[in-house]
């Protein structure tokens, strides 16, 4: 039975400036992310998942309703998206994670470059991801609103192994419509310790 818990952030709201400023932290977390959280409670108080890991419930979101399946997605991403962050700027890939990004993309900065524009071409609302794929490999993929990879409906499923937000609420009070230099800037606070970690797990 998994307990659907509201985590604090890991860190201070203004912990990610100047890439995120804490004004954006404090309303994404404490407002955007507890709504996502509150719905999902709701939507899935009586349903016969409730209690199942949310990997389990998005196996089969494609039968449920499009209340549990926006707020499942916004409650299970923004707490990747905490955690894919860190203060005191990014760290870089090592390891078995450098080898597959290497042999995947040519090198990191063509897999950042793909990410990008990943990012920049999903339109309107939703996020960028780097996955690994059913076939083991990495793979890179952009879904709409609030889904995920890990959603039977998406387009190119996997398991998420770093996700960036590019909903106009993530980014908008600093970078405006800016959305390409939100994502340039990104790089800087992202923790590939963390993306290491889950891609080990996605491939055990
Ligand atoms: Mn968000």
């Not at 690994?132 to 952009?142: E, F, N, R």
């Amino acid at each position: 039975m998994t307990t659907y818990t509201f985590a604090d952030l890991p860190y201070a709201y203004d912990a990610l400036e100047p890439v995120i400023d804490a004004a954006t932290m404090q309303i994404h977390h404490d407002r955007h992310h507890k709504a996502y959280y509150d719905n999902f409670l709701a939507a899935i108080k009586d349903n016969p998942l409730n209690g199942q890991p949310l990997e389990t419930i998005f196996a089969h979101i494609s039968k449920e309703s499009a209340a549990l399946r926006n707020n499942a997605g916004g409650y299970y991403n923004h707490n990747h998206y905490w955690n894919v962050m860190r203060p005191h700027g990014s760290n870089a890939p090592s390891g078995a994670l450098l080898d597959a990004i290497n042999s995947t993309f040519g090198s990191v900065d063509a897999c950042k470059a793909a990410f990008k524009d990943a990012g920049i071409k999903q339109f309107g609302s939703g996020w960028a991801w780097l996955i690994v794929g059913k076939d083991g490999k990495l793979a890179i993929t952009s879904t709409p609103n609030q889904d995920n990879p890990l959603m039977d409906t998406a387009t190119v499923q996997g398991t998420p192994i770093l996700g960036c937000d590019v909903w106009e609420h993530a980014y908008y009070l600093h970078y405006q419509n800016k959305r390409p230099d939100y994502l340039d800037a990104w790089w800087q606070i992202v923790n590939w310790d963390y993306v290491a970690e889950r891609y080990a797990k996605a491939t055990a």
